[in-house]
């Protein structure tokens, strides 16, 4: 079966800039995940999608982050604008059914703002 | 909400030693995943654990879900340069997964 496709591998951005990355996720999944993990820590979750509706979205900073799922299939996040602190790699993954089933995670995207 | 905490942080391990990482969580969960990511990749599905007690076995990986479903061990064997990477576990309440902090294990041959 075809991974969890994401775009772009690696953006280099200056601070206040805005950029967005998109996820495909496998055929099937109803259950999509944005991931924030900064160099030497575990993947922080950003937001929770059941299908096209958000399921948890209280750990995505939302006055600079926003995040979509149209028509339950993929996915983009956006960020506008970004910070220093932004810099980080964004993972998203996709599984069957919520938590219980593993999750399969796409490439990243490494964002470095400067 | 849940915090899942992994000690050690760092195994520096001699080839062909065995060595232990653990996982314990601030609440009781539904289930524990564990995943590896090796350098410069992204997180890998190893295992889910689901109920008490409950030990599984993939090769010379054994896993463990703690009586009280609050903790969790991950056992390595003979270990190998393959074996390099971060491995993290991460905690359902059924309905979010929260990742702990991650064991980065390095290999010397």
């Known amino acids: 079966e075809a991974g969890v496709a994401q775009s772009p591998r690696y953006k280099i951005i200056e601070k206040r800039q805005s950029v967005a990355f998109w996820c495909n996720p496998i055929s099937g999944h109803a259950t999509l995940y944005w991931y924030q993990q900064i160099l030497g820590q575990g993947p922080k979750l950003l937001i929770q999608?059941?299908?096209?509706?958000?399921?948890?979205d209280s750990q995505l900073p939302k006055d600079r982050f926003s995040a979509e799922r149209l028509k339950g299939v993929d996915s983009t996040l956006k960020i506008q604008p970004a910070k220093l602190e932004d810099s980080a790699v964004y993972l998203c993954?996709?599984?069957?059914?919520?938590?219980?089933?593993?999750?399969?995670f796409g490439s990243g995207t490494r964002l470095t703002v400067v | 909400g849940q915090q899942v905490m992994q000690i050690p942080q760092y195994q520096h391990v001699q080839e062909g030693e065995d060595f232990t990482t653990y996982c314990n969580s601030s609440?009781?969960?539904?289930?524990i995943q564990w995943y590896k990511q090796r350098p410069g990749g992204h997180p890998v599905f190893l295992i889910q654990?689901?109920?008490?007690?409950e030990v599984k076995k993939q090769k010379r990986l054994t896993f463990q879900f703690g009586e009280a479903k609050k903790n969790s061990s991950l056992h390595i064997t003979a270990t190998q340069t393959t074996d390099v990477g971060t491995y993290f576990c991460?905690?359902?309440?059924?309905?979010?997964?929260?990742f702990g902090a991650g064991t980065t294990v390095t290999v010397r041959a």
């Open positions: 993954a996709s599984s069957l059914q919520g938590t219980f089933y593993g999750y399969t």
């Open positions: 609440t009781t969960l539904s289930n």
């Open positions: 999608f059941q299908n096209n509706g958000v399921v948890d």
């Open positions: 991460a905690g359902s309440d059924d309905y979010k997964l929260s």
């Open positions: 654990l689901v109920k008490s007690g």
